[in-house]
């Protein structure tokens, strides 16, 4: 401080460009007197103010407390620094340098000022379907490389006018330094073409939209990651037509509703789930249907949801368009999927979304701005019903990524982590942050994989980072091990295996927080263990560093190996064999046929095509088949998902338990063998399967207590896809906290396959700090 002049050097990194950071720090500078300037730096923004000591320590404590509304600051850095005697304060051009960017900004949904001059015929954006300020609109979906500024985005393209460009100059206006700033004078443009890409003669693109889609016809709408496929929800026989065209029999479509009372109408929405709705996330979310909806509700399609009649999809308007669409067409809500073939990933080129979609669209409502990155729909639930509430993705994409994580310990070389192969998702990592990708499908589908590796290539070069390391699932098949171990062999590479349940494990600990060690009870379909058997109902202890396994579901036979996934008979076959019962003398016999039947339980007995597995995803399967709900499953967690559907609403019933076989495991025999007693009595599947979890519940909590008594653990993380299953988190977390136990669960990544690369990046980090 020299004469009562004070200057302080300022570093914030997190979620800090394109979020109305400079703007917020130049007025609030202004407000206190200071000098100095702003500035973004990749994966930072440096700042130096100058004034009297009162004002510098105000605008600090400001800065700290009170960022812009969108703003996440992970790390904030103040040194003294000489006086220069700045005449007044300024914005500086962006800098690049050759670190680790890890504020590259997610896309955002219209803010509610764009929405008011949306509508308004006095403003000069007024209908224009890509007004945005910098507070909401593109940023991942249009960035080509940083900082983030105009010039390394797809609105390059489009150079401002002159009254766009005042805006963008004036750091007093909300539009200051908004880079995808556009108008009806300078900047993209609708078309509407018809289903073989011929431009159709529309005054108002958006009007013949609506007509359209009032005619019940399919019309695939370019938004900001991709194309979506739309139809009027109301129609059965646009939605039939839709699931026909795209092949996708049973798995159910999200609708956009207008409002969140069009919602209330339609579902019970719980205060967290309203945040997620009205978020400028914008995501799917997972809701309950009311069982006495509102007259005034919409009459949804049955075929919206076919076999899920208790919850529905729903997500609001994110884009000037869509408001467009659904107040001007009156809409009571528009079936809004993702613009693919099934299986396929999402359309996003203009160049070749014509053919992507061609024999399923009408029509295409499209426009001139690129899409560089493409990215789905994100998708969350309420979880955890017990009191604490609290939403968890079950997919993170549009809206939160790629937004950095937090190592707990710095990564000691620039790491990749490629994954699983399902619901697959990357994650790259430099020094202490790491930045997940958003979500890319099946591998096992050749057009998802070679998504999967050109984003790889996009990211590393948005972020200037060239993996030393790559960290990879254990399992030798898996499409991710593949391209780790191909690229290894081209380039210096180092490769690192996470076994699969370690991998969740970690994700959970790393977002909660938690150093270790812990009990990991990680439950899923499958995932590769270290003794060549299929792991999926595994507890572990253990940390970042290495887990050990301490007790498991008992081991049966899965005949056919992954094609029991889709057959969830073939998982209840073997657990009768198991449980002690002749599955011949079952109705689920007859359902399938006899010599079928036989055919499989071959397997079983042979163990020929039938690996050993502790599943707890293929035991719902099996609950479920013998039940007589699920037999045969057209997508992944089918069997799952109605199971927990016919027990939603039920109290817990612990008529169920699991027995012991051993000192390692839970025996799910007589769990089956009530079952089947019950089948055969004709107790409703819906007392079933909620007896089941109920039993599941306290064999969790049983488990746990028991590993507390001999570990001194007492700290619980839940992972895998089986706990994206509200009724039995709710459960579970329940009954431990009931024993003393503190249950962590998934908030920030998915609990499924979609978390386990940060998973690998935390344990990466781990060993490069083992002594």
């Not at 657990?575 to 359902?591: K, W």
Request: net charge neutral.
């Amino acid at each position: 401080m020299i004469g009562g002049v004070e200057r302080r050097a300022i570093t914030v990194r997190g979620a800090v460009q394109g979020v109305g950071m400079r703007p917020y720090v130049y007025g609030l500078a202004q407000r206190l007197g200071l000098t100095g300037f702003v500035r973004n730096r990749s994966g930072a923004v440096d700042i130096e103010v100058e004034g009297a000591p009162a004002a510098v320590g105000r605008f600090l404590d400001e800065l700290a407390s009170h960022p812009p509304p969108l703003a996440r600051i992970d790390v904030l850095r103040s040194a003294s620094a000489p006086p220069m005697g700045d005449g007044a304060f300024r914005i500086e051009a962006s800098e690049p340098d050759a670190g680790f960017a890890a504020t590259v900004p997610a896309d955002l949904a219209t803010c509610d000022d764009c929405l008011r001059e949306l509508f308004d015929p006095a403003e000069r954006r007024h209908r224009y379907a890509f007004l945005n300020c910098t507070n909401c609109g593109p940023r991942l979906t249009i960035v080509d490389a940083v900082p983030y500024d105009r010039e390394r985005t797809a609105m390059a393209a489009f150079p401002m006018c002159a009254d766009c460009r005042a805006e963008y100059e004036d750091p007093t206006d909300r539009r200051f330094h908004a880079q995808p700033i556009a108008c009806p004078a300078c900047g993209p443009r609708l078309e509407l073409v018809d289903s073989e890409g011929r431009p159709r003669a529309a005054v108002d693109p958006v009007a013949m939209a609506i007509a359209d889609l009032h005619a019940g016809r399919i019309v695939a709408i370019k938004g900001l990651g991709g194309y979506h496929l739309a139809c009027d929800a109301t129609n059965e026989a646009a939605v039939s037509a839709l699931r026909r065209r795209k092949h996708r029999d049973e798995k159910p479509f999200a609708i956009m509703l207008p409002s969140i009372a069009a919602t209330r109408a339609l579902c019970e929405v719980h205060a967290d789930e309203r945040a997620a709705l009205e978020s400028p996330q914008r995501p799917i979310v997972l809701l309950r249907r009311r069982t006495a909806p509102d007259p005034a509700a919409p009459r949804v399609a049955c075929s919206v949801a076919p076999d899920s009649p208790a919850m529905l999809g729903v997500m609001l308007p994110y884009t000037p368009l869509h408001h467009l669409l659904l107040r001007e067409g009156s809409f009571l809500g528009l079936v809004m999927t993702s613009g693919n073939r099934a299986e396929e990933p999402m359309a996003y080129r203009d160049e070749s979304a014509v053919q992507d979609l061609l024999g399923i669209a009408d029509a295409f409502l499209t426009h001139d701005r690129p899409i560089r990155t493409r990215c789905d729909d994100s998708v969350v639930r309420r979880l955890d019903a017990s009191g604490a509430g609290g939403i968890t993705p079950l997919r993170r994409s549009r809206g939160y990524t790629p937004l950095p994580f937090a190592l707990r310990e710095p990564l000691g070389r620039p790491t990749l982590a490629v994954g699983g192969d399902a619901k697959a998702a990357f994650a790259l990592g430099h020094e202490d942050r790491a930045v997940l990708s958003h979500h890319l499908g099946d591998l096992e589908h050749h057009a998802a994989y070679e998504a999967f590796v050109a984003a790889i290539d996009h990211y590393e070069r948005l972020y200037g980072v060239t993996p030393a390391r790559i960290a990879h699932d254990l399992h030798p098949d898996y499409a991710s091990t593949r391209y780790a171990h191909e690229r290894a062999g081209r380039d210096p590479i180092e490769l690192v295996a996470v076994q699969h349940h370690h991998a969740h494990m970690a994700a959970c600990m790393l977002e909660n927080g938690l150093a270790g060690p812990a009990i990991g009870v990680c439950f899923d379909g499958a995932g590769f263990g270290p003794d060549g058997t299929i792991w999926g109902g595994e507890f572990l202890v253990g940390g970042f560093r290495r887990v050990e396994r301490v007790a498991r579901l008992r081991q049966v036979p899965l005949p056919g190996g992954d094609r029991a996934a889709r057959q969830p008979w073939r998982s209840a076959l073997s657990h009768l064999v198991c449980a002690g019962l002749d599955p011949m003398e079952s109705d689920l016999a007859r359902r399938v046929g006899r010599d079928r039947a036989r055919a499989v339980l071959e397997l079983v007995t042979r163990r020929t095509h039938a690996p050993l597995t502790s599943s707890v995803g293929r035991l719902f399967d099996a609950v479920a088949a013998l039940t007589g709900v699920c037999d045969q499953a057209s997508f992944e967690g089918q069997a799952a998902m109605q199971l927990e559907g016919l027990a939603s609403g039920l109290p817990p019933d612990d008529a169920y338990s699991f027995g012991k076989d051993d000192a390692a495991s839970l025996d799910p025999g007589p769990v089956v063998r009530a079952i089947r007693d019950d089948v055969l009595r004709g107790v409703p599947a819906s007392v079933i399967s909620r007896r089941f979890h109920s039993a599941l519940a306290a064999a969790v909590t049983g488990a746990c207590v028991t590993i507390r008594a001999s570990t001194g653990v007492g700290a619980v993380v839940l992972s895998g896809g089986v706990f994206s299953n509200a009724v039995l988190t709710t459960e579970v977390v329940g009954r431990l906290a009931a024993a003393g136990l503190r249950a962590h669960r998934h908030r920030s990544v998915p609990p499924n396959d979609g978390g386990l690369s940060l998973g690998q990046i935390a344990v990466a980090a781990a060993l490069d700090h083992t002594g």
